[in-house]
Structure formats: C-alpha cells, structure tokens
C-alpha cells in the first residue's frame, strides 16, 4: 500500500490540485474517502487532520498536512529527484516566481473562478438556486485577471517562465470546469495566449489521469 493518502474525492477542485502535483512526480498515493454527504469531513477525528473540515488532507508517514497549495508545494520539495524535478523550480529565482504565481492563482484567480464554478457547475448539479449577481460580479473580475494573464503569457510560455511548473497546475481544477461544465470557457479559449496556454497545460497526461478519476457525468 502506498504510503502517501489523499483524503477526499477527485471531484473536488481542491484535491485534484493534489492529484495533479503527485502524478507529475510520480508519487504512488491512495484516495482515502471522506463521505463529504454525510458530513464525515466535519467530525472530531476528521477535524484532527484537516481543523477547517474541507478537503483535502494529506498523509505522508508522519506528516499530515492540509491546504492544497502547501500539500503541492511539499509534494515537489519532499519527491524533489523524480517525475518532473522542475516542477517548484531547480533555482530561487524560478521558486520565487512560481510562488508569485501560485499566490495570484489563490488569491486572485481562485476567489473569482470558484464561485462561478459552484453557481454554474455545481449548484445545478446539486439543485441549488444559482445567485445572478455573484454569477455576474465573479465573472467582472475573473475577466480582469484573465487580462493580466494574457499579457503574462504573452512574454512567456508559461506563467513562471518557460517550463511547466506548479504555478500552471495550480489553475487546472477551476479552469477545467469552466471550460468543460459552464458557458464561460470563452473567456479562456477566446484568448490568444490563454488559450494556447490552456491547450497545453490541460492535455498533459497527468492532469488527463485526474480528469479520468473524476468520471464526471455526461455533460448536459
Ligand atoms: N484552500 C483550501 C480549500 C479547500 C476547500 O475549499 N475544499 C472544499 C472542496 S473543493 C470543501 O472541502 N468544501 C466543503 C466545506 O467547506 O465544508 C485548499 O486549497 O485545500
């Protein structure tokens, strides 16, 4: 049995960062459930591991771990000689500017793009109200960073340089919703170099594999 445990279900754009990131290293790992409809993530045992009761949660031996940028980020230092060894940068400099953009992908692109992945994606899956104004608002500013995304990837081939690092993987989960499951993947595809980009990163075999783990229903 592998060492390394993933808590929680490929479905969550949460945890398929993390399945991301392992593929690439190639870190044999297990999927551990967390029965989310049946509240399991907010018990007492569960909330040991993971204190804010989401997923994911990691497990590494005697490392446990929560946040999936953080989980990424240990993932490429602690698995650093194999699968894709640049994948967090060889240098400080690569490092840095992975990190800037991993911190503009959860702090800028994330708030935005995972609202609209719940309100157009989820909420009709689960037969929830979707919210007109947050669809709206969500999409104002997605458009913005995407703006600046454009330009970025204008300059480079990806966002930290010119190799494919976390700071790319890091926007597969959202993106491939909104590409795959609500009308807004215009915004990416639309775009000259966003789109190239989204081409790219999303037709590695890695991120392919956790596309096939998440066995998504036909979509509507
Ligand atoms: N910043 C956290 C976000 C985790 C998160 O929002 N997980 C969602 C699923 S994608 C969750 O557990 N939602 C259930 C809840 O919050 O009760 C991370 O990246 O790990």
Request: hydrophobic share 35%; charged share 25%; proline share 5%.
């Amino acid at each position: 049995m592998a060492s390394v445990k993933v808590y929680g279900p490929p479905l969550s754009t949460a945890v398929s960062r993390v399945l991301a990131c392992l593929f690439e290293k190639e870190v044999e790992f297990q999927i551990i459930n967390v029965e989310m409809a049946k509240g399991q993530h907010k018990t007492p045992d569960y909330l040991k591991i993971q204190p804010f009761g989401q997923v994911p949660a990691f497990q590494d031996e005697q490392v446990t771990l929560f946040e999936s940028r953080a989980i990424c980020r240990y993932v490429s230092e602690k698995y650093g000689k194999q699968g894709n060894k640049g994948l967090f940068g060889l240098d400080l400099i690569t490092k840095a500017s992975i990190d800037e953009w991993v911190e503009a992908e959860g702090q800028s692109f994330n708030p935005p793009s995972s609202a609209l992945v719940f309100q157009l994606a989820f909420a009709p899956m689960m037969k929830l109200k979707q919210d007109p104004n947050v669809i709206k608002q969500s999409e104002e500013k997605l458009v913005k960073v995407l703006d600046v995304y454009e330009r970025r990837l204008g300059e480079s081939r990806f966002l930290a340089g010119e190799e494919f690092t976390l700071a790319d993987l890091s926007h597969l989960p959202n993106t491939q919703y909104l590409v795959d499951r609500t009308d807004k993947g215009g915004l990416f595809t639309e775009r000259k170099n966003v789109g190239r980009w989204w081409d790219e990163i999303s037709s590695r075999d890695s991120w392919k594999k956790v596309v096939d783990m998440q066995s998504l229903p036909p979509k509507s």
